[in-house]
């Protein structure tokens, strides 16, 4: 008795399986848009609120700096960033996320440069890192310092961190870089209270300059003494 | 960027849901030819069957089997049994020669030289038109004999397989295994339903004695007599059928070692017996054996060798970070960063290989369910699918490698080092 070959059954399982795979990549491609349109929308709602801040800045400025509201929180823009991060990696349309990352450095600068005035007209406590690393050659000691900075980011939640990949095509970053004078042989590059400090700096070395940093608004005179913070840091 | 694991993958997953699906798209299509009995049955005559017990160091549960045998349904004068002792070193003999008394038996000892050497002795003297073999770590249901004789009505049946059940899962380990065998019924019928079985095992299946007769007796082959046989019929074109509704019990392995040890002589004989009969692969002629069991079982276990590996891979990554963050920030910080995490759906993986995972591992659960529901009438959850999938994920790939392995370097397994090493727990010989 000779078996019969019944290539319609593998034709028809084939086509089946085929069709599970199709399913599972169409699941997978409409749920990283959904994510992308969050990442968007997340964006935008940081864009209006940094803006909104800049023009309120503006209206206000040195009459009142109770009513300048601290608009975008550090830990938005770092859920943010982290995000984006995670995009990169595990999101199939890289080139949507590498131009929401471009739109990200640009609002990061926007509001350092919003936050460094606030800080400095209205006494608020704060510190800003400026952080450049790079993405495109694998760099080990700039995922150390990736670490300590969230760590310290954790510990002060007053502390705003800034970071740019180098390679990031954007004018805006470009310029930074210019004027800090960073070299992409010399990441991880940090940027605190204009002084630039490149290769990898310990949680301790750190830890010591951000609390200067803090010590140094203390000290400085400010407008409106009522909005001057005067916690002990731990 | 694709890297090439993720292709590998790709790949890989894609032949392993390709198989499932197979075997479903099968099921759907006969599944109202699956017959399952529930009460007693008579045939129109009775033909003469003997049953051969090979038996090596099995003192503790060779009563048990041969009770079965004589609870049998079935006539006495027709049922013969020949009760082989492979030169156990335990009290096997002692036992099987109270049997001696019953016209119906015959008990033979011999020196030890493998359970095919045993089971060619009982084919000696064998003068009845159907003959078995029961392992003697297996128990039958009274009925299972009558309901595999059905199956001879076709006169093209050659052999017909029975259903093995676990007897009795004892713990997490066994009750996994059952619900594999309880997959094992269903993917048997489906691959009966194609021609495609490539194991008749050792507890219970019936042959037709015209198979030895023109084929010749057992071979060695690596221990694994019992695929060998079905390789050796399929390559004749002798059909091979699967009877759902014929139970026999079968004592698992209790503990990892046991476990890990049998599948590893099981794996070991599946890939050498592949390779005697490669020659049957992808041809046409040979049918479902040839382009779908055989390439299937090969598949399945570069496939859990694979997964495992990911997984593998994942988990040291995973730790590797953390010591790295631990390296960067100290063991404090760390712990802080760890306690604020929280959920955020956004992070839940949406890539295609989670997708594929999924139905990869739902069809796995459909496979177990549609068992279960052939074996107890109605599909049934319950925990031992997931230890099951949990115990093989993990378990699997070693006994795999260590197959692969001793392939490599020709070494067998063999089943009396299984028992003396165990003794005087025993194991099964079996392969489902």
Known sequence: ????????????VFFITLALFLTAVYLSNYFGNKKINQLKSIQDTISIDILSSETQFSLLSELSCKNVSDSVLSSELNELGKKLEWGQENLSNTDEVTYLRKYYSLLQIKDYLLMKKVSSRCGKKSAFILYFYTKAESCTLCEKQGIVLSTLREKYPELRVYSFDYSVDLSAVKAMLDIYKIKDTALPALVIDDEVLTGFNTIEELDLRIKNSFKLQETMPVNNPKTVTTDKIQ | MVSTSSIIFYILSFLSVYVQVFFLVTFFERKNKILVRKGVISL????????????????????????????????????????????????????????EKYPNIKVFHKKNGGKYTALNLG??????????????????????????????????TMAVAPSVVVYEPKNILQGAQKAEYDMSIYTKKMLAFLGGIHVTPGPFSIFRKKVFDDLGPYRHAHNTEDQEIALRMQEHNYKIDHCPDAYVYTVTPNSIKKLYRQRSRWIYGFIRNVI???????????????????????????????????????????????????????????????????FDPFFFSTKAIFFITIILYTSVIIALLIGRGILEGKPRVS???FYFMIIYSILAPFWLLKAIFNVLRSKESSWVLEREVEMPKKQNATTI
């Open chain 2, 276 to 342: 005697d009969y490669r020659r049957l692969l992808f041809r046409k002629k040979y049918g479902t054996i040839a382009l779908f069991t055989l390439p299937s079982g090969v598949i399945s276990i570069f496939a859990a060798i694979f997964l495992f590996w990911m997984l593998g891979y994942n988990f040291f990554t995973f730790i590797y970070k953390k010591i790295f963050i631990i390296n960067t920030v100290g063991l404090g910080h760390t712990l802080k960063i760890s306690q604020n995490i929280n």
């Open chain 1, 1 to 12: 008795m000779q078996q019969q070959f019944d290539w319609r059954r593998y034709l028809i």
């Open chain 2, 123 to 156: 084919l000696q003297y064998l003068d009845t038109p159907f003959v078995g073999c029961l392992d003697a770590d297996s128990f039958v249901d009274s009925e299972a004999l009558k309901r595999i004789i059905t199956y001879f009505d076709d006169k093209n």
């Open chain 2, 44 to 99: 129109p005559e009775y033909p003469g069957v003997t049953i051969i017990v090979p038996c090596y160091n099995e003192g503790e549960t060779i009563r048990g089997t041969i009770e079965s045998l004589l609870d049998l349904d079935y006539p006495k004068d027709k049922l013969k049994l020949i009760i082989v002792d492979d030169g156990s070193k335990d009290n096997t003999w002692q036992i099987i020669k109270e049997f």
């Open chain 2, 383 to 385: 925990f031992d699918m």
